[in-house]
């Protein structure tokens, strides 16, 4: 891991400026030949910069690459280098934008260039995104909104490096209760309970559940402990009222729906 800058208290200048963009600090300062006046020499990336934010202002985001929109981020994460290299870094790393976004805290920080702060910032862009998209469920029937509660867990889930068991919880009329994770396991196993699935759901008043969790293999196709898993949860809950509408698994570049595969 290499830190953006040897200098702590530049390193926290260059990385914070999310909002506003420092004025470049000088390499080395030299005379104007004319006026003698002390000029500050221009980074060659500044113009880079500048032809940059101008496509994306007249043309939108469909005229630049993956790499080219995370530029445009990284410009104001990191105002004092050329971050176009580090940019290609992170998609050569992590595949695309969704990698770059889902990666851990701790392999962002494996790339050069980038540190621990703006590490931190790339995922706080992430949680944004995600809320959008919780967002679009709130108030909603799940079942009529599919789509969305798809791109949510997707981008929730689809780039964990370790298991994780989320349950989201569904009233009478279908609307979203609460959405919580159960459970985190290793990389291809996730301790669940369906005892307590239940009894959760009975303390929310959820009349149904949606149960979801991701393969970090990228390969969503069910196993067969996850099939054996959700029928245990569909007898356990039919007793008492709590219907289980689908368990969907959530990979890298898909989904599989049990419902769908009428495995339940």
């Known amino acids: 891991m290499q830190d953006e800058s040897e200098n702590p208290g530049e390193l926290f200048a260059d990385e914070r400026g999310f909002f506003s963009e420092q004025a470049a600090k000088p390499a080395s300062l030299k005379k104007n030949g004319t006026t003698g006046k ?36 990284l410009f104001r994460l990191i105002p004092r280098k050329d971050t176009k290299p580090i940019a290609k870094a992170l998609i050569e790393r992590f595949g695309n934008l969704a990698g770059v976004f889902g990666a851990p805290l701790a392999l962002l920080q494996e790339v050069n260039g980038i540190g621990e702060t703006v590490a931190l910032d790339i995922k706080l862009i992430a949680s944004v995104g995600q809320r959008i998209l919780k967002s679009e469920l709130r108030e909603k029937q799940v079942l009529s909104s599919w789509s969305a509660v798809i791109d949510y867990c997707h981008a929730a889930m689809a780039y964990e490096a370790r298991e994780q068991f989320r349950i989201l ?12 994770v159960q ?38 196709t069910p196993s067969r402990a996850d099939i054996d898993m959700t029928k245990t949860i569909v007898d356990t ?10 368990h969907i698994i959530i990979g890298k570049d898909g989904h599989a729906s049990l419902k769908g595969l009428r495995l339940i």
């Open 183 to 220: 459970g985190r396991g290793t990389v291809d196993h996730t301790p669940v309970y369906p005892r307590e699935v239940v009894r959760r759901a009975l303390e929310l008043s959820a009349t149904a559940i949606i149960l979801v969790h991701n393969h970090p293999s990228g390969d969503p």
């Open 38 to 73: 002390t000029v500050e020499p221009i980074a060659h990336y500044h113009g880079h910069r500048d032809r940059l934010r101008t496509r994306y202002r007249e043309h939108g985001d469909t005229a630049l690459a993956d790499y080219e929109v995370l530029e445009l981020l």
């Open 237 to 246: 809950a039919k007793p008492l009222g709590i219907t289980v509408h689908d």
């Open 169 to 180: 919880f569904l009233d009478k009329r279908n609307v979203l209760i609460a959405d919580e």
